[in-house]
């Protein structure tokens, strides 16, 4: 009888140590199931070319008086638009208030943001809506048939 507790006492810390294994292996998971959600949303995403200082953003035939073209700007998306009178403008696309996408209307001559009925004017300057802010501006040259956006210097 005395064997039978030996190899039974023997037998017992073995399986309390595969339980604990599995239990502590199990909340191990749970925590990683949690957490990596959280980390994922705190630490943004690598952006590629953020530190664009120009870019081509349309032709010029894409661009009639009275026409905009949404384009990605390194990490921004920006807005390039041809005015009823023929100039070339470029603002970002996010409305300063909840970074939705701002579109430009000739009918209305100005730069309006669908999400609160924001307005801003061709040069982006807020002038209607809750958008606390103007919207960036950058500089716009045509180099052949490209329309080419840079930032704004000053």
Known sequence: ???????GAAADPTRRSVLNALIGGSFTGLLGIF???ILRFIVPPPTEGEEASSVAAAKT????AGKGKLFRFGSLTALVFRTQSGELRAVSAVCTHLQCLVQYRPDLE???CACHNGRFDL????VAGPPPRPLQQFAVHVRGDDVVVSRAHG
């Open 123 to 126: 040069t982006g300057k807020n």
């Open 110 to 112: 100005l730069i309006w």
């Open 1 to 7: 009888m005395s064997e039978t507790r030996e190899t």
């Open 61 to 64: 035939s894409e661009l009639p």
């Open 35 to 37: 957490v990596y959600p």
